[in-house]
C-alpha cells in the first residue's frame, strides 16, 4: 500500500470529505433507482442474449435472459429484497428487475468502481433482510462514503481489481480441491458400502424400529426448554450427525411429541427434491429430544450401527432405490413401508464401526468448517475483507463540506 500512502500524504494529509448516499444524490453526484417488473413469463415469452438481474447473490444476481435490455452503461446494482448485497455491473446490455436498486455515478470526479467497493465493505457491516429492506430511501442514510482524490481512487480500484482477481483465483483453486475430495469421499462412501452376497441383507424393517414423528411446528419454539428438531433443519442445519439442538419446545408440548434417543437415526419424511428427500441425521446427544411430523426416527436393533445406517442412506444404491419408490411432484416423499422396505448388507459389528471410522474422517476432512479445505476458503475470504478494510478506511476532514 506504499504508493496509496504516498498519494494520500501528498493530496489529503488532513483528511478526506464524507458523504452519505443521500448527500451524493441531493448533490447531483449519483442517482439512485428502481428496476422495473420483470417475471419469468416475461423472459419465456421474450427470450434474447441480454442479461437480468434481481435480488439473489448468487450466480451474481443473473435472473434470466431476455430480448429487451434497460441500461448499456457502467452501474452499481444492489439487492432491495434480497439482503442489500452489492454488485458492480460494468458497461454491457442489461436489465434490473424491481427487486433489486442501481446506483448511477454522474461525478467525473468519481469513480463507479471505487464506490461499488466502498459499498460491498461497508455492507459487511449491515443487516438487510425481509423485515428491513434496502429501500433507496433507507440506504440513503446508511451509508456514508469517503471520498479521496480521484488519483488515489484510481490507485485503490488498481489494488483491489488485483487483490479480487488473485482471490477468485485462489479459491477457484481451493473450491476444486474440495469437490474432489467430496467426489473421493463419495467413491469411497459406496466402495466401503458394496458387499457381495457374503454377507447379511435384510429390510430395514427387520434391522429396528421405524416411528413417524409428531405435531410439532416452528411456532412451538421457545428460547430455552426441552430439546427438539424441526424436520426442515435436517436440510438448513444438520450434517449426518448431532449431539446438540438448535431449537428448544415447552414442556406442555415435549410431552406429546414423539422422542429421538442416543443411537437413533432422523430421516427427513418429505423434501422438494428427490436428492434430499429422507436425507438422515445420527442423534449422538445424551438428551432425549421431541422430533416434528414429516420425519421419521429409527430405532437399531443390536445388528446394527445407528452411524453405519446414516452411511447407507447417503449411498448410491439408496439413491437408486428412492428414485424408484418417491411420490409427489412439489412434495416428494418415500413412504414408511418403502423405507422398511429398503435391503441394507450388514456385515459384523465390528467391520461396520470400521467403515464409520473410516467414512468419519472423511466427512470430516470435506464437511466441517472448522478443518480442511472450507477453513482455508473462509480465512483467504477474511484475509481480503481485512485489507480490503484497511485501504477504505480514511481519516475524516473536519468540516470537509
Known amino acids: 500500500m506504499g504508493k496509496i500512502d504516498d498519494l494520500i500524504k501528498e493530496l489529503c494529509p488532513d483528511g478526506v470529505s464524507m458523504w452519505s448516499l443521500g448527500d451524493l444524490e441531493d448533490s447531483g453526484k449519483i442517482k439512485l433507482g428502481r428496476g422495473m417488473v420483470i417475471s419469468k413469463n416475461d423472459i419465456a415469452d421474450n427470450p434474447g442474449d441480454y442479461p437480468v438481474y434481481s435480488s439473489s447473490a448468487t450466480g451474481l444476481g443473473e435472473f434470466g435472459r431476455y430480448s429487451k435490455y434497460m441500461f448499456d452503461d457502467e452501474r452499481i446494482t444492489w439487492s432491495v429484497d434480497g439482503g442489500g448485497r452489492f454488485f458492480y455491473r460494468k458497461a454491457h446490455k442489461y436489465s434490473v428487475t424491481n427487486v433489486s436498486g442501481w446506483i448511477k455515478v454522474n461525478d467525473t470526479n468519481i469513480i463507479t468502481k471505487y464506490l461499488y467497493y466502498v459499498l460491498d465493505n461497508l455492507w459487511l457491516t449491515k443487516k438487510f433482510d425481509y423485515v428491513k429492506k434496502a429501500h433507496?430511501?433507507?440506504?440513503?442514510?446508511?451509508?456514508?462514503i469517503p471520498l479521496p482524490p480521484l488519483e488515489v481512487q484510481k490507485e485503490i480500484v488498481r489494488v483491489l481489481d488485483s487483490f479480487t482477481e488473485l482471490e477468485a483465483e485462489l479459491e477457484a483453486e481451493l473450491e476444486a480441491e474440495l469437490e474432489a475430495r467430496k467426489k473421493q469421499y463419495v467413491y469411497y462412501r459406496n466402495t466401503l458400502l458394496t458387499f457381495n452376497d457374503d454377507v447379511m441383507w435384510k429390510p430395514m424393517g427387520e434391522v429396528g424400529e421405524l416411528i413417524r414423528g409428531s405435531g410439532l411446528q416452528k411456532k412451538d419454539f421457545t428460547e430455552e426448554g426441552f430439546p427438539c428438531i424441526h424436520y426442515g433443519q435436517l436440510y438448513t442445519y444438520y450434517d449426518s450427525e448431532a449431539t446438540d439442538t438448535k431449537s428448544f419446545t415447552s414442556e406442555e408440548v415435549f410431552?406429546?411429541?414423539?422422542?429421538?434417543?442416543?443411537?437413533?437415526?432422523?430421516?427427513?419424511?418429505?423434501?422438494?427434491?428427490?436428492n434430499d428427500v429422507c436425507k438422515p441425521c445420527y442423534w449422538n446427544g445424551h438428551e432425549t429430544i421431541g422430533v416434528s411430523g414429516d420425519m421419521f426416527i429409527f430405532r437399531p436393533n443390536k445388528d446394527i450401527s445407528g452411524k453405519y445406517l446414516t452411511y447407507v442412506l447417503q449411498s448410491d444404491s439408496f439413491m437408486t432405490y428412492k428414485r424408484r419408490y418417491v411420490t409427489g411432484t412439489k412434495v416428494i416423499r418415500l413412504s414408511a413401508d418403502s423405507l422398511k422396505r429398503f435391503?441394507?448388507?450388514?456385515?459384523?459389528?465390528?467391520?461396520?464401526?470400521?467403515?464409520?471410522?473410516?467414512?468419519?474422517?472423511?466427512?470430516?476432512?470435506?464437511?466441517?468448517?472448522?478443518?480442511?479445505?472450507?477453513?482455508?476458503?473462509?480465512?483467504?475470504?477474511?484475509?481480503?475483507?481485512?485489507?480490503?478494510?484497511?485501504?477504505?478506511?480514511?481519516?475524516e476532514l473536519e468540516c470537509s463540506r
Open 136 to 144: 433507496p430511501s433507507v440506504i440513503r442514510n446508511e451509508y456514508n
Open 255 to 274: 410431552q406429546k411429541l414423539k422422542k429421538a434417543l442416543r443411537g437413533d437415526v432422523l430421516i427427513a419424511g418429505t423434501s422438494e427434491n428427490i
Open 343 to 395: 435391503k441394507i448388507s450388514i456385515p459384523p459389528l465390528e467391520k461396520q464401526k470400521q467403515i464409520v471410522s473410516i467414512l468419519d474422517k472423511f466427512e470430516k476432512l470435506t464437511n466441517d468448517i472448522s478443518v480442511g479445505l472450507p477453513a482455508e476458503i473462509e480465512a483467504r475470504r477474511k484475509q481480503y475483507e481485512y485489507y480490503r478494510n484497511k485501504l477504505l478506511t480514511f481519516k
